[in-house]
């Protein structure tokens, strides 16, 4: 069974540039996170896709951000325009349940590099 | 605000001895705790997690610990092995509002396993 994937690996753009970020979650998983991890800190939360619906969006940090997920299969992230502050490790999660301890399965992140 | 903390950022420990890796919250409402471990250029891999209405959860060589009075969780391993030797982070799961699924992070912990 393939695990989650996201692409690209790698993005280095120049400040006020646009990036778009992708995941496919794992089939069949209907719940879908996006999470960063700015160098030095934690993972933090950004939001949270049941299906194609955005169930929680309390993380995102503000406007410039913006995550679909059409369809409910896989998700993007745009970030429109890009700050130095944006850079970091772009995780997506996956999984089959919602609810509180579920196992969340991780893809292997974006590391977003803005200069 | 640090929801979640892992105030030792490494750990180091000898082949078959204990590894015990601490963490720390202030949110009585977190509905469970969980600990994911991640190997350089992966995401985090999901390791073991226990209900805030247990106080151990046991899965092989690996044991979590909770003492809710002291809103403090810890994870043996035992024996080390050097394959353990990755970043471990703790996060808590809350079960509020609707933020049901979403994960708080700590900052991680580096283990080393030295042969």
Known sequence: EAGVTQFPSHSVIEKGQTVTLRCDPISGHDNLYWYRRVMGKEIKFLLHFVKESKQDESGMPNNRFLAERTGGTYSTLKVQPAELEDSGVYFCASSQWGLAGSEQFFGPGTRLTVL | ?115
């Open chain 2, 1 to 115: 605000d640090q929801q979640v903390k892992q105030n030792s950022p490494s750990l180091s420990v000898q082949e078959g001895r204990i590894s015990i890796l601490n963490c720390d919250y202030t949110n009585s409402m977190f509905d469970y705790f969980l600990w994911y471990k991640k190997y350089p250029a992966e995401g985090p891999t999901f390791l073991i997690s226990i209900s805030s209405i247990k106080d151990k959860n046991e899965d092989g060589r690996f044991t979590v610990f909770l003492n809710k009075s002291a809103k403090h969780l810890s994870l043996h391993i035992v024996p080390s092995q050097p394959g353990d030797s990755a970043v471990y982070f703790c996060a808590a799961s809350p079960n509020y509002g609707g933020s049901q699924g979403n994960l708080i992070f700590g900052k991680g912990t580096k283990l080393s396993v030295k042969p």
